[in-house]
């Protein structure tokens, strides 16, 4: 009636609205083409599966005003005419059958016959097999934002990023009720909602594919086309202009999104973390080490922000000022205000305005050049304004980046989940050859850097902050809870060769000492010599032996300090390949850097690490897990 005219009912999780009147589903978070809405009463059988499909509407109130005159009169073997054309024939009420039209090759329009392949005609849902989705939890516990990374498409189908996060939150669904089943029986936990947040289009839209048309050559157009698409991505970030552009529309969209998802769920009280693919992962990371803190962490995150100044900087200049003999100018600098960062920023003629005479003005210019080229720009955590060797070799991780206004989020993120990421490659492109331990993101005390072996995009992040020892990233558990078999097949057969590489030369070892050593006629002293050797390499052996475990307990539990970028745990995290891929890993690296949206082990981590700071843990601890 009237009342149900404006009636709009939310679908799929909340993230669709269906316009009853209409008959039309719209998106809620992102943009998209409204699909239509039927509500079906008449269905006929597809050709190429047993599947039902609807009539339209308008068409099935035809269907049953026929089908109720039929059984009212009992005048059965009545005939329709489809809007396309189509013949449907009522035989009886337990036999409807829907004929295709046949074309007669004399004739330019086809007309309506009994001819064709027959389709079975079905009114009412009863007895139709159709698995009806459950919907899912209503109760959300996380809400988590997906960037995307370059290009429209995401994976090795070109979908869009709406779609795999489609598939990563349908796969999340599976992942709780297998491993977080307690915790749901007990209503603990609901689901965590994943939004996917686009930018390309907005970049794309600002004309500038009109400009790199009319530069473009045009052989290869295919080619050519796509790589102004997708790999131009990575140079527009690069660029001042078109890196604003970005961070203003991701920023801007994870807040528009935020807000529409708090209006539309005021119930809602848990967190929000934010992931990221490739260059989204980028994207994100210099978002949030440009995040301002609370002034009450602004000590324990000085770092975070790379235009922060006061007496702490100015008193590192006067620190450097002395060891260059230069104190007496030392009130020129402070009265300008000058920090570590400006100083470094200074040119002759700036030096010159200020009043520096040429002496001292070429000494602090050699001074700068020289801390430059070698790197040593030292940015401690807590402002400490030492400049011992510990404290210069980091240098400040927003160094390098593209020189933008980089807007503030309305949350704090929990977590910062990085998939086939570049950062680390990024910033050391960018200058940065250490991460101080001490360094943690301003507003997000979470990070973890997950990546596929064979992965071309991916890089590591812990040896940036733990140069010194050569130690593997964490193996992340297969999500049944078992390492994957050609990795525990590959990794026997690597143990059992060392043991018999082991055995053989000390076998060889005892042969060649017994030969070297003992005379030949006292065969009698010389057999008792060789066994009493071979006795003492078997008593080796079992010493030999047990080294291998402590080293295998030791890549599980590495006493390795990584730091606070991920509140001292581990960060980087690899995933385990599958049989087939480690049979060419070269084949393999595309889809090794588009395979994070439906693995299930890539999921596991992240609700486990999620539910992990609400004091949910999974019904069985993975073996290997931290």
């Known amino acids: 009636g009237k009342d149900q005219d404006g009636v ?78 189509e013949v449907i024939i009522l035989h009886n009420p337990k036999l409807m059958v829907h004929y295709h039209p046949v074309a007669s090759s004399d004739d330019w329009v086809s007309t309506p016959t009994e001819q064709g392949r027959p389709r079975t005609v079905k009114r009412g849902v009863d007895n139709i097999a159709v698995e009806i989705p459950s919907g899912e939890p209503l109760q959300i516990d996380h809400l988590v934002f997906v960037v995307h990374g370059i290009g429209p498409a995401c994976d090795i189908r070109f979908r869009s990023i709406v779609q795999c996060v489609n598939d990563f939150r349908n796969v999340s669904l599976s992942m709780l009720q297998a491993h977080f089943k307690k915790a749901q029986e007990q209503q603990q936990v609901g689901r965590v909602e994943f939004l996917p947040v686009n930018w390309h289009s907005s970049l794309h839209s600002t004309g500038v594919d009109v400009d790199l048309e009319r530069i473009t050559l045009p052989s290869i157009n295919r080619l050519r086309h796509f790589i102004n698409d997708t790999i131009l991505d990575v140079f527009f970030y690069n660029s001042s202009t078109y890196c604003q ?61 790379r235009t922060t100044s006061g007496m702490g900087g100015t008193e590192e200049v006067k620190e450097i000022l002395k060891r260059l003999e230069l104190s007496e100018y030392c009130d020129v600098f402070e009265k300008e205000k000058m920090d570590r960062q400006a ?36 940015l401690s955590q807590h402002g400490d304004s030492s400049e011992d060797g510990r404290s210069c070799q980091y240098r400040d991780v927003g160094l390098g980046q593209v020189s933008a206004n980089y807007p503030q989020l309305n949350y704090k993120p929990t977590i910062f989940f990085a998939f086939g990421s570049p950062i680390g490659m990024f910033l ?13 993101l301003p507003t997000c005390k979470g990070f973890f850097n997950i990546f596929h072996p064979f992965d071309p995009v991916a890089y590591r992040i812990e040896p940036m902050i733990v140069p010194e020892p050569e130690f593997e990233p964490m193996l992340l558990p297969h999500h049944k809870g078992r390492k994957r078999m050609h990795l525990e097949l590959k990794e026997g057969l690597t143990r059992m ?46 010493d030999t032996k047990p080294e291998e475990p402590p080293a295998a307990v030791k890549e599980e539990t590495p006493p390795i300090n990584v730091g ?21 890993e070269y084949l393999f690296a595309l889809q090794g850097h588009l395979c994070y949206w439906e693995s299930e082990d890539t999921v596991l981590l992240v609700l486990k690490e999620i539910y992990q700071t609400q004091g949910i843990t999974l019904d069985q601890p993975l073996p290997g897990s931290q």
């Open 8 to 85: 709009v009912v939310p679908t799929s999780g909340g993230r669709y609205d269906v316009h009853l009147r209409a008959r039309r589903r719209v998106a809620v978070y992102w943009e998209e083409e409204a699909s239509e809405v039927r509500r079906c009463t008449w269905f006929y059988k597809g050709d190429k599966d047993n599947k039902f499909i609807p009539y339209s509407e308008s068409f099935s109130e035809e269907l049953e005003e026929a089908y109720m005159i039929a059984v009212t009169l009992g005048e059965w073997k009545k005939k329709l005419e489809s809007p396309n054309r």
């Open 245 to 305: 552009t970005i961070v203003d529309t991701v920023a801007s969209e994870m807040n528009r999104l935020h807000r529409l998802f708090l209006q539309r769920n005021p119930q809602f009280r848990g967190g929000v973390s934010i992931a990221g693919h490739s260059l989204g992962s980028l994207i994100l990371f210099d978002l949030l080490t440009n995040q301002k803190a609370d002034p009450e962490e602004d000590e324990h995150c000085a770092q975070g922000s």
């Open 343 to 378: 100083l470094f920023l200074c040119t002759e003629e700036n030096l010159k305005e200020m009043g520096i005479p040429l002496g001292p003005r070429m000494k602090i210019l050699h001074y700068i050049s020289s801390e430059t080229e070698t790197k040593v720009w030292s």
């Open 428 to 440: 050391t492109v960018r200058g940065v050859k250490r991460i101080d331990p001490n360094y943690s």
């Open 497 to 542: 060769s060392v043991d018999l590489k082991n055995n053989l030369l000390g076998s060889l070892r005892v042969a060649w000492q017994s030969f070297t050593r003992a005379p030949v006629p006292a065969l009698e002293a010389g057999s008792s010599e060789a066994e009493a050797e071979a006795e003492a390499g078997t008593e080796k052996q079992p």
């Open 564 to 584: 606070r970028l991920n509140g001292g745990n581990r960060i980087d995290y690899v995933l385990q390949e599958k049989p087939i891929e480690s049979f060419n």
